[in-house]
């Protein structure tokens, strides 16, 4: 069975975004090459933003390859492309627990909003995880309304 080609050509793009910006926004002097971090934690940003490289390398791959198992692909790669949006709410969470903070004097600093007497920090990592696990749960969901129409 050959499933709709748009929600496929949609996750393969969003994995790719996922790899590239992981990429672009950890390897630079915000993040990895940051001249205040320990060596150890570059290491494990590296570490991490190689994994999530790869990872959407891997879901790419998986895709695109020809053959059967199809749809159960896909709901993998989704699964997969899931996974480095949950470890971020995981930190998240627990950040307390280990000292972990949003950001970094040097780093990228949080958006100020105003609402009427009062300031709001809004985080862009938050916002872009959260615009993340929206912008794949739709890709999912059209890709279920595909399947029940065929």
């Known amino acids: 069975m050959h499933l709709h080609p748009t929600t496929h050509i949609l996750l393969g793009a969003f994995c790719i975004i996922q790899g590239l910006a992981t990429i672009l926004l950890d390897l630079n002097r915000t993040h990895a090459t940051h001249p205040r971090w320990l060596g150890h934690a570059r290491f494990h940003v590296v570490w991490q ?8 390398i891997l879901e790419v791959a998986l895709l695109l390859l020809p053959g059967q198992l199809e749809s159960e692909r896909f709901d993998l790669v989704a699964i997969l492309a899931c996974t480095p949006m949950l470890g971020f709410f995981a930190a998240l969470i627990t950040r307390r627990i280990y000292g972990g903070t949003l950001y970094d004097p040097g780093g990228i600093p949080p958006v100020l909003i105003n609402i009427r007497q009062h300031q709001i920090q809004v985080d862009m990592n938050l916002v872009a995880e959260i615009a993340g696990i929206l912008c794949l749960s739709l890709i999912v969901c059209l890709h279920q309304f595909a399947i029940a129409r065929r």
């Open 49 to 56: 933003t190689a994994t999530v490289a790869a990872l959407a």
